[in-house]
């Protein structure tokens, strides 16, 4: 995927129609709720770094993004 310089990871993701990218134990979606660090809701992992908040990372060439079960 590509973004914009500055852009956060999910804001990459978001612009590239990911809305959800993680499951709750009962199979709900979650992606970004409040954008502002607060919510954790959009952990993810990052270059093989786990709970990530998605919404507070800027994304940066090559970065290897995954989750533990992609919604
Ligand atoms: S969306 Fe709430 S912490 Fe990232």
């Known amino acids: ?3 914009l310089r ?3 990871v999910a804001g990459v993701l978001m612009g590239a129609g990911r809305l ?3 499951t709750t134990p009962n199979g709900r979606p979650r992606g970004v709720f409040c954008g502002i660090g607060v919510c ?3 952990l993810l992992t990052v270059n093989g770094l ?3 908040r998605a919404c507070q ?3 940066a060439d090559g ?3 995954s989750t533990k ?3």
Do not use: E, K, L, Y
């Open 57 to 59: 990372r800027q994304a």
């Open 50 to 52: 786990a709970d990530v």
């Open 40 to 42: 954790h809701d959009c």
């Open 63 to 65: 970065d290897v993004i």
């Open 20 to 22: 959800a990218w993680r």
């Open 1 to 3: 995927m590509s973004g």
């Open 6 to 8: 500055g852009q956060t």
């Open 69 to 71: 079960d992609p919604a």
